[in-house]
């Protein structure tokens, strides 16, 4: 099971995914059962929990930098939240900067942007719009 604690216009929400069975996932929010079905199966992998810095709120939702920094000079940047991908503002070989926005994320009915962490050069796109994530799926990778 994980928890999320999210922070919504002063008020605390805490979220319990339970279970996650091709596209139904069980969750609990603030104590209320609830079976949501997404329209594709979600994959699941293990997961190592991602480093989250939020920032300004961007449309009443969280601005979020996710990175991870490897031994090879590539940093994967991780969801932070299970959603869906709006959309995807950066192609493979685009030159990006720290804080530029990189994916904008669904999550909750809230909007999160994804940022670079660092700058760089952008190695792989793993989503697409409309794609749906788990928590630290990698979204792209920057390498230096």
Not at 66 to 82: D, N, R
Not at 106 to 122: H, L, Q, R, S, T
Request: charged share 25%.
């Amino acid at each position: 099971m994980k928890n999320y604690k999210f922070k919504i216009n002063g008020s605390t929400y805490s979220v319990d995914i339970n279970n996650v069975e091709g596209q139904v996932i069980e969750l609990e929010l603030n104590g209320t059962p609830y079976k949501v079905e997404v329209d594709r199966e979600v994959k699941q992998t293990p997961k190592a929990r991602p480093v989250i810095n939020a920032s300004k709120p961007v449309a009443n939702a969280p601005k979020v930098t996710v990175s991870q920094s490897s031994s090879a000079g590539v940093t994967p940047v991780k969801s932070p939240l299970p959603g869906t991908i709006l959309d995807v503002f950066v192609n493979v070989g685009d030159t990006v900067k720290e804080g530029q926005k990189l994916v904008l994320l669904e999550a909750m009915k809230m909007e999160n942007e994804i940022n670079a962490e660092c700058d760089g050069v952008v190695k792989e796109v793993k989503v697409r719009k409309g794609d749906v994530i788990m928590e630290a799926d990698v979204l792209v990778t920057i390498g230096g």
